[in-house]
């Protein structure tokens, strides 16, 4: 583990996190984000360690959020029954109820539309749970397991099984777990297929 000039701030904003660094078990940012890939089998039997969900859920809150707001909502969920009804809700994606745990991310819109109005409500709440789940995701390689993004699922169907409040819109499913398969490595675009330079 390389040590940044940023090291120490970062430790300072993630206690957990940096006891995870200092323990040599975090990677370097660049190779953390080459190796994530979306991991659709599990190790039902090997759960996440409680330090390294906590460290994954300290990052995904160290994530930006329009007006500082923080309008989502996370749902850990590791109960077999709720990630079984979350597998049906989402069209029986298997490995939802194989990866031991599923964190929900939800989009808080009310809180952001009481600053934002309808920008707030119809896109920074999404876009502030979008952001958190990213930086869990990549959070999760750093920590030595795998993710997928789920995001096909019924809505209505999460909201029902986890009780969740109707100013709670799920928004992104991340299944995390100890992979047990070698992911494919997906291609990219090309940069400047994607990128204009002005
Ligand atoms: C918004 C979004 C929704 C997604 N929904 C699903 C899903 O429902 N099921 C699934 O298996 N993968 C889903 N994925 C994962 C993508 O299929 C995957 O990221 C993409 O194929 C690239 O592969 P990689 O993650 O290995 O780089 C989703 C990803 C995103 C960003």
């Keep these: 583990m390389q040590r940044g000039p940023h090291a120490c ?29 979306s ?27 329009a007006g500082d707001l923080q309008a989502y909502r996370i749902t850990a969920v590791q109960d077999q029954t709720l990630r079984d009804a979350l597998c049906r809700a989402a069209h029986d994606q298997t490995f939802i109820a194989e990866a031991p745990v599923a964190l929900v991310f939800c989009a808080e819109s009310e809180r952001s539309a009481r600053k934002y109005g309808d920008r707030g409500r119809n896109l920074y709440a999404l876009q502030d749970a979008t952001i958190a789940a990213a930086y869990a995701q990549l959070a ?5 397991l795998g993710s997928t993004w789920v995001g096909f699922f019924d809505e209505e169907e999460v909201r029902r099984v986890l009780g969740l409040p109707g100013d709670q819109r799920p928004i992104a499913l991340l299944c995390v777990g100890y992979p047990a398969e070698l992911p494919e490595v997906t291609p990219r675009r090309r940069l400047d297929e994607l990128v204009n330079y002005k």
């Excluded at 991991?39 to 994954?56: C, F, N, S």
């Design 9 to 37: 701030g970062a430790a300072e904003a993630n206690p957990t996190a940096a006891r995870a660094i200092g323990a040599g078990i975090m990677w370097d940012f660049f190779k953390t984000v080459r190796h994530r890939h």
């Design 140 to 144: 999760v390689v750093a920590a030595g």
């Design 39 to 65: 991991i659709r089998r599990y190790q039902a039997d090997m759960p996440v360690e409680a330090e390294k969900l906590h460290a994954i859920l300290e990052t995904a809150i160290a994530a930006p959020s």
